[in-house]
């Protein structure tokens, strides 16, 4: 009897390893598996998942896993090609509607020349303000299009924020002075520097000071936090909360038609995130703030 004891408990021992041991596979399996797939999200690879069980059950999730994630890597090549083609059209179209819109501003410029009634005039005036409207918003789209198709626009090197904002002020200093405005600016002494892609960082703080050279009332404070926050504020009666959000949708303009393109502060939010940053608005007591954060790294 005391022999058949000892053997139920070897064999209760061996049962009881197993068990410790096929819950241990399972477990690294289990890590493997949110591991791999991790790994091929962030990664565009064809290898697949591989665990270190052999349960059936183990065996089939991997399975099941290898072929949600080919499907979507091909949902993703696709979306990827759909996408340059995409840029690569609006380059295209931006480029050939040009050689058309100069032979059209030539021939204003030689219309303005000629004598015409006062209807006429007025007409050729009306005129002249679409196409510039129109030249300026192929050109817009050329050149953000030609910037975000381009792989270098994510090459990086180190830039002071400070020194961004000065020279992307100083550039606006004409269009200010011509409304009225002089810009209050609060910098920190401390330098505020971050990795980013000068030429897009550039792109990014003209399109919010061109907003602010177009519809401010006549005021403007920027300010700069050391943990790479940007502000851009003005007086804007006219807005609202709602309306501030729509700021950054793709062709909204707070006077639609007027003179904006409506694509400033979508390119600037579009480009911000590229980088890893975040472009939002805010709407209080008649003040809009347009916010730009390179968070650190």
Same mark, same amino acid.
């Given at each position: ?34 591991? &791999? ?79 015409? !009634? ?43 924020? !400070? ?7 100083a550039a606006w200093y004409g269009a200010f002075s011509a409304r009225g405005i002089l810009p209050e600016v609060d910098l920190p002494e ?9 030429e897009a960082l550039s792109r990014i703080l003209s399109n919010i000071l061109s907003n602010a050279a177009k519809y401010s009332p006549g ?13 851009? !504020? ?41 980088? &890893? ?7 209080? &007591? ?12």
């Amino acid at each position: 009897m005391v022999y058949v004891l000892s053997a139920l408990c070897v064999l209760l021992a061996l049962a009881v390893l197993l068990l410790v041991w096929k819950l241990v596979l399972l477990r690294r399996s289990a890590d493997a598996l949110r591991e &791999g797939v991790q790994e091929r999200l962030e990664e565009d690879t064809n290898t697949l998942l591989s665990i270190p069980s052999r349960d059936k059950a183990m065996c089939r999730l991997a399975a099941d896993l290898n072929v949600q994630l080919r499907q979507l890597r091909m949902e993703r090549r696709r979306h990827q090609n759909g996408d340059r083609e995409l840029k690569d059209a609006v380059t295209n179209i931006s480029h050939d509607l040009r050689t058309p819109l100069t032979a059209i501003c030539g021939y204003l410029d030689l219309l303005e020349g000629e004598e015409k !009634s006062e209807a006429a005039a007025r007409y050729l005036s009306l005129i002249r303000d679409r196409t510039d409207h129109l030249r300026e918003l192929t050109e817009e789209f050329f050149r953000t299009s030609a910037l975000l198709a381009n792989r270098e626009a994510d090459e990086r090197e180190e830039v002071s924020l !400070s020194g961004a904002v000065e020279e992307a002020l100083a550039a606006w200093y004409g269009a200010f002075s011509a409304r009225g405005i002089l810009p209050e600016v609060d910098l920190p002494e401390e330098p505020v520097v971050r990795r980013l892609n000068r030429e897009a960082l550039s792109r990014i703080l003209s399109n919010i000071l061109s907003n602010a050279a177009k519809y401010s009332p006549g005021d403007l404070r920027v300010t700069l936090s050391t943990d790479g926050t940007m502000t851009f !504020s003005n007086a804007a009666p006219a807005l609202t909360a709602v309306l501030a959000q729509r700021l950054l949708n793709r062709y909204f303009t707070v006077e639609t038609g007027r003179e904006a393109a409506g694509l400033g502060l979508s390119i600037a939010r579009r480009l911000a995130e590229r980088m &890893g940053g975040a472009v939002t608005t805010d709407w209080q &007591g008649g003040v809009l703030t347009v916010r730009l954060r390179f968070p650190g790294q």
